[in-house]
Structures are given as C-alpha cells and as structure tokens.
Antibody
C-alpha cells in the first residue's frame, strides 16, 4: 500500500536548521508530487511547499521563501524538507503528504515529525 | 491568499445525529477545487472529499460534500462514534493552497 514514513522528532535551538525526511513506498515515486504541511500545537494546517520528485522542481509558499528547501533522492524514494533560521514559532508537527490524483489535495500523509524549537 | 473560514468552531452532537459543517472562502475558488479532511487526536489528517463532492477511496457514504465558488458544506448524515474529530476544508484553486481553521465535532 502507499505509505510515507517520516524521520523522528527533532529538538533545535533558535537560529538553527532542521532537515526532515519522508520515505515513500508502494507506488512509482516519480509520478506524484510530495507536499509539506505543518501544524503548530493546537492549531490548524499550513501548506509549506511541494516538490516534483521527477524533476526536483519546487514551489514554496510565500511565507517560507528563503527559509525552506525541499530536495529528493530518487535512489531511495525519499524527499527532504530543510527549514532554516528556526524560531519558537516553528515548533510544530511537520507532515509530508502525497497528492491524491495529481492535483494539490493530499492523501496519504506521513505520520508527522515533531520539531521543537527552544533555547 | 485565500482565507477559508469554517463554522461553527465546535459542533456538539450525539451519535446518530446529522452534522453540517460550513466553509467560506474570502474570494471565489475556481470551479470546485475544495477538499475536506478528518483529523483525530495524535493522527495525521485523512482525505475525505475532493472536488467539493467526490468521496476519496474507502470513505463511507454517510460523508457527503457540496458547494462551489465561495461556499462549501460537509454533511455527515448519521454520526458514528468514530466520526468525532476535527474537520478541515482546503482550497486548491489558487496557490498558496490554504486550509480552514477547523471544526471540532464533539460528543454531546
């Protein structure tokens, strides 16, 4: 079955960077975009950006431009989300999700990765 | 960016009752480019509806969606115990794609 498995929880200090991975299985990796969505504690969902695993092309939400970088490694069916210059406002669960029908709505989702930013 | 406003914030209902959730966009979203998700505590969201009215694979028939343009509705015809959760709408007609703030459906 289609599955996305993310890396484990991370703790960072303000100003640092974090890199979260998302390994895909159960389908042709290069056929579907992968999206990143985050959710701050007790809050709603926020789209961060997407990557085309085939070309490596990316689209980022304006809010994250200059701070986020999404990459992929097709040899291991994995995408990465790197977020820099972290602040406490970046404390959140970060999800990767696959587009469902080659349109920007999402299913399935990874299990989520908690990133905590604290001094 | 398009802002989605969901109402009500919390819906208190009993199992077997009908739930009606609303989502309004700050401007018209092309065609029916809306989706609905369900999220239970400690879990990732799950896609329920796309294209405003199409159920995703495996989603029970008691879930239905309607609407277009600026207004969207999710209806759960008869609430089952497993339906008590938070529901989010999403628009994907205009980038950046955005979500509503969520409606919590809780047991009365």
């Amino acid at each position: 079955q289609v599955q996305l498995v993310q890396s484990g929880a991370e703790v960072r200090k303000p100003g640092a960077s974090v890199k979260v991975s998302c390994r895909a299985s159960g389908y042709t990796f290069t056929k579907y975009y992968i999206y990143w969505v985050r959710q701050a504690p007790g809050q709603g969902l926020e789209w961060m950006g997407r990557i085309n695993p085939n070309s490596g092309g990316t689209t980022y939400a304006p809010k994250f431009l200059g701070r986020v970088t999404m990459t992929r490694d097709t040899s291991i069916n994995t995408v990465y989300m790197d977020l820099s210059r972290l602040t406490s406002d970046d404390t959140a669960v970060y999800y990767c999700a696959r587009e469902y029908l080659q349109d920007p709505f999402f299913d399935p989702w990874g299990q989520g990765t908690l990133v905590s930013v604290s001094s | 960016e398009i802002v989605l406003t969901q109402s009500p914030g919390t819906l208190s209902l009993s199992p077997g009752e009908r739930a009606t959730l609303s989502c309004r966009a700050s401007q018209s979203v092309g065609s029916s480019y809306f989706a609905w998700y369900q999220q239970k505590p400690g879990q990732a969201p799950r896609l329920l509806i796309y294209g405003a009215s199409n159920r995703a694979t495996g989603v029970p028939e008691r879930f239905s969606g309607s609407g277009s343009g600026r207004d969207l509705t999710l209806t759960i015809s008869r609430l089952e115990p497993e339906d008590f959760a938070v529901y989010y709408c999403q628009q994907y007609g205009n980038s950046p794609w955005t979500f509503g703030q969520g409606t919590k459906v809780e047991i009365k």
